[in-house]
C-alpha cells in the first residue's frame, strides 16, 4: 500500500525550474526580433489637387533587431523594463500613377531603440507563465540610406521618433536559463515628414511609424 501512495504522489510531478528566480531584483538578458514596419500616411489637402498620383501607400516591410533586456523586479505582480536594442529598418512609401507607373521612395536605416515598459505578469504555474508589457520607446536614427538616387526631390523624414507601445507574451523557465517569446505592437506619436523638403510627398501631410514585432527572449 505505501508502495503504491508513493506511486500515485508521483504521477504528473513536474520539477520547478529556477524556483527562487523572483527573488533576485534585476535580470538581464539578451533578445534577437523580426519587426514588420510600416508608414500610417494621411494624405494632404493637395492630393487631389497637386499630386499627380492616384494611390499613396506604405508596404509592410520586414526587419532585424537585437539588444538585451534590463528586468527590474516591483513586486509579485509587476516589474520595470527595458530592451535598449538596434534595428535595421526598410520603409517605403510607393506612389502609383495613372499612366501604370509606380516610384517607391525607399529609406534604409539603423535605429537604437530604448523603451520603457511596465510589465503585469500572471502567478507562475509551475515552470510558466503570461504577461503583458506597456510603455514608450524613444528611437534614433543613424545610418541612413536614402532613397535610390532620388536627389533633391527624394522623400525625406525625421531622424527621431517617440512611440507608445503594448503587448504580450509567456515566459517558460527551464533549467539554466527563462524563455519568453513576445508579441508587440509599436505606434508611432511623431509626423515623420519633414517640412518643406519633400516635393514628392505633396500628397502626404503625415508619416507615423507602425510596427509589429516578434520577440525573442533569453533571460
Given at each position: 500500500?505505501?508502495?503504491?501512495?508513493?506511486?500515485?504522489?508521483?504521477?504528473?510531478?513536474?520539477?520547478?525550474?529556477?524556483?527562487?528566480?523572483?527573488?533576485?531584483?534585476?535580470?538581464?538578458?539578451?533578445?534577437?526580433?523580426?519587426?514588420f514596419?510600416?508608414?500610417?500616411?494621411?494624405?494632404s489637402?493637395?492630393?487631389?489637387?497637386?499630386?499627380?498620383?492616384?494611390?499613396?501607400?506604405s508596404?509592410?516591410?520586414?526587419?532585424?533587431?537585437?539588444?538585451?533586456t534590463?528586468?527590474?523586479?516591483?513586486?509579485?505582480?509587476?516589474?520595470?523594463?527595458?530592451?535598449?536594442?538596434?534595428?535595421?529598418?526598410?520603409?517605403?512609401?510607393?506612389?502609383?500613377?495613372?499612366?501604370?507607373?509606380?516610384?517607391?521612395?525607399?529609406?534604409?536605416?539603423?535605429?537604437?531603440?530604448?523603451?520603457?515598459?511596465?510589465?503585469?505578469?500572471?502567478?507562475?504555474?509551475?515552470?510558466?507563465?503570461?504577461?503583458?508589457?506597456?510603455?514608450?520607446?524613444?528611437?534614433?536614427?543613424?545610418?541612413?540610406?536614402?532613397n535610390?538616387?532620388?536627389?533633391?526631390?527624394?522623400?525625406?523624414?525625421?531622424?527621431?521618433?517617440?512611440?507608445?507601445?503594448?503587448?504580450?507574451?509567456?515566459?517558460?523557465?527551464?533549467?539554466?536559463?527563462?524563455?519568453?517569446?513576445?508579441?508587440?505592437?509599436?505606434?508611432?506619436?511623431?509626423?515623420?515628414?519633414?517640412?518643406?523638403?519633400?516635393?514628392?510627398?505633396?500628397?502626404?501631410?503625415?508619416?507615423?511609424?507602425?510596427?509589429?514585432?516578434l520577440?525573442?527572449?533569453?533571460?
Amino acid at each position: 500500500m505505501a508502495v503504491q501512495e508513493a506511486q500515485a504522489q508521483g504521477i504528473g510531478y513536474r520539477r520547478k525550474h529556477l524556483e527562487y528566480y523572483d527573488d533576485k531584483p534585476i535580470h538581464y538578458g539578451i533578445l534577437f526580433a523580426v519587426p514588420f514596419t510600416r508608414f500610417n500616411i494621411k494624405h494632404s489637402n493637395d492630393f487631389v489637387s497637386k499630386d499627380s498620383a492616384f494611390v499613396i501607400q506604405s508596404p509592410t516591410n520586414a526587419a532585424f533587431r537585437m539588444g538585451f533586456t534590463i528586468n527590474a523586479f516591483l513586486n509579485e505582480h509587476f516589474d520595470l523594463r527595458t530592451t535598449p536594442s538596434v534595428s535595421l529598418y526598410e520603409r517605403h512609401v510607393k506612389f502609383s500613377y495613372p499612366n501604370g507607373t509606380d516610384r517607391t521612395e525607399k529609406r534604409e536605416s539603423t535605429w537604437i531603440e530604448v523603451p520603457l515598459l511596465l510589465k503585469y505578469k500572471s502567478v507562475r504555474r509551475v515552470n510558466s507563465r503570461m504577461y503583458m508589457v506597456a510603455g514608450m520607446t524613444l528611437g534614433i536614427e543613424t545610418n541612413v540610406k536614402r532613397n535610390r538616387g532620388g536627389g533633391a526631390g527624394a522623400l525625406d523624414t525625421k531622424s527621431s521618433d517617440l512611440s507608445i507601445d503594448y503587448g504580450i507574451g509567456y515566459e517558460q523557465f527551464f533549467e539554466f536559463f527563462k524563455f519568453a517569446p513576445e508579441l508587440r505592437f509599436s505606434h508611432g506619436l511623431t509626423n515623420m515628414m519633414v517640412p518643406g523638403k519633400n516635393s514628392v510627398g505633396n500628397g502626404i501631410s503625415r508619416l507615423r511609424t507602425h510596427t509589429v514585432t516578434l520577440y525573442l527572449n533569453f533571460e
